[in-house]
T-cell receptor, first 115, second 111 residues
Framework: GAVVSQHPSRVICKSGTSVKIECRSLDFQATTMFWYRQFPKKSLMLMATSNEGSKATYEQGVEKDKFLINHASLTLSTLTVTSAHPEDSSFYIC???????????FGPGTRLLVL | GQQLNQSPQSMFIQEGEDVSMNCTSSSIFNTWLWYKQDPGEGPVLLIALYKAGELTSNGRLTAQFGITRKDSFLNISASIPSDVGIYFCAGRGGSNYKLTFGKGTLLTVNP
């Protein structure tokens, strides 16, 4: 149980284009989902928290117009990196919690490379 | 904000040895979680701790939630090559579900 998937697992795009990353909870309903960014050999940095049906809460320094988050259902959240630039290249990881246990389950991550 | 100090930063051990790593916080946490991350993958939950003093095992792994609620440790007994990876502690201290992560411990096991 508690499986979270992400799609795509890796994506390469041209500078200026937008990229959408999907995060799905496969066997539970995720009341809250989180989006993290991880740089090489670094820890996870929380970008935003999203609750189903409401606007995401962004961490300080994260541009909400740059990183659009939608949590339209209890099993799906999407992160769209708009007008991507090379500095947006990173490993993006989502996690989900069902609210009954105070535990986050992570997806396998998405490697984004912007050329 | 809350800060987590995780140590050691890295460890090089021989197969069969026991390993211990710990995290300390500047403030109280309500939940401690230990994750393992392999290269290019997302973190995988190893052990979750919800009560001060709680000692929990998962196979060769044992973790404890410190009595002061400001620390936790993870022990791995009889290490094997597949234990290689980065281990992260994470704590939750408020009413929301946000986690604060340690900087990770890179474990290398020599066969």
């Amino acid at each position: 149980g508690a499986v979270v998937s992400q799609h795509p697992s890796r994506v390469i795009c041209k500078s200026g284009t937008s990229v959408k990353i999907e995060c799905r909870s496969l066997d539970f309903q995720a009341t809250t989902m989180f989006w993290y960014r991880q740089f090489p050999k670094k820890s996870l940095m929380l970008m935003a928290t999203s609750n189903e049906g409401s606007k995401a809460t962004y961490e300080q320094g994260v541009e909400k117009d740059k990183f659009l988050i939608n949590h339209a259902s209890l099993t799906l959240s999407t992160l769209t990196v708009t007008s991507a630039h090379p500095e947006d290249s990173s490993f993006y990881i989502c996690s989900a919690t069902d609210g009954t246990q105070e535990t986050q389950y992570f997806g396998p991550g998405t490697r984004l490379l912007v050329l | 904000g809350q800060q987590l100090n995780q140590s050691p930063q890295s460890m090089f051990i021989q197969e069969g040895e026991d390993v211990s790593m710990n995290c300390t916080s500047s403030s109280i946490f309500n939940t401690w979680l230990w994750y393992k991350q392999d290269p290019g993958e997302g973190p995988v939950l190893l052990i979750a701790l919800y009560k001060a003093g709680e000692l929990t095992s998962n196979g060769r792994l044992t973790a404890q939630f410190g009595i002061t609620r400001k620390d936790s440790f993870l022990n791995i007994s009889a290490s094997i090559p597949s234990d290689v990876g980065i281990y992260f502690c994470a704590g939750r201290g408020g009413s929301n579900y946000k986690l604060t992560f340690g900087k990770g411990t890179l474990l290398t096991v020599n066969p």
